[in-house]
Nanobody
Framework: QVTLVESGGGLVQAGDSLSLSCAASGRIWSGTSMAWFRQAHGMERELVAA????????YYADPVKGRVTLSRDKAKNTMALRMTALKAEDTATYFC?????????????????WGQGTQVSVSS
C-alpha cells in the first residue's frame, strides 16, 4: 500500500512560479511510475507530467512542456513539480498518482494510488 500526500498549492498570479511536492509512504517498487494529473472545474483529469521511478525518465504534456520540471528523490520517496510562467489555464486541482508499472499512462484509471489533491489557482 502506498499513501501519497501533496503539498505546495496556492493562489498565484499569471507569470509566477510554484512548486508542488508529493510525499509517498510505503514501498515504492522499482517498477513504479509516478505522475501529476490535474483537473480543472468541469473538465476531465489530464496527465501533466510523469516519471519512471527507477530511471528518472520523464514525460511532459504539451500544454506544460518547457514550463515545468519533474523530479524525484528516491532516498526520500518524494516527487516535485516545478511550474513556471503559470497561466490562468493552469488553474486546477493537482493530484499526485502512482502506478505499479514502469511506464506512464494517459488514462487516470491506470493509476493505483492517488493523493487527495492540492489546489492551484492562477489569477490573470
Amino acid at each position: 500500500q502506498v499513501t501519497l500526500v501533496e503539498s505546495g498549492g496556492g493562489l498565484v498570479q499569471a507569470g509566477d512560479s510554484l512548486s508542488l511536492s508529493c510525499a509517498a509512504s510505503g514501498r515504492i517498487w522499482s517498477g513504479t511510475s509516478m505522475a501529476w494529473f490535474r483537473q480543472a472545474h468541469g473538465m476531465e483529469r489530464e496527465l501533466v507530467a510523469a516519471i519512471i521511478w527507477n530511471t528518472g525518465v520523464t514525460y511532459y504534456a504539451d500544454p506544460v512542456k518547457g514550463r515545468v520540471t519533474l523530479s524525484r528523490d528516491k532516498a526520500k520517496n518524494t516527487m516535485a513539480l516545478r511550474m513556471t510562467a503559470l497561466k490562468a489555464e493552469d488553474t486546477a486541482t493537482y493530484f499526485c498518482v502512482a502506478r505499479r508499472f514502469a511506464y506512464w499512462s494517459q488514462n487516470p484509471a491506470d493509476y493505483d494510488y492517488w493523493g487527495q489533491g492540492t489546489q492551484v489557482s492562477v489569477s490573470s
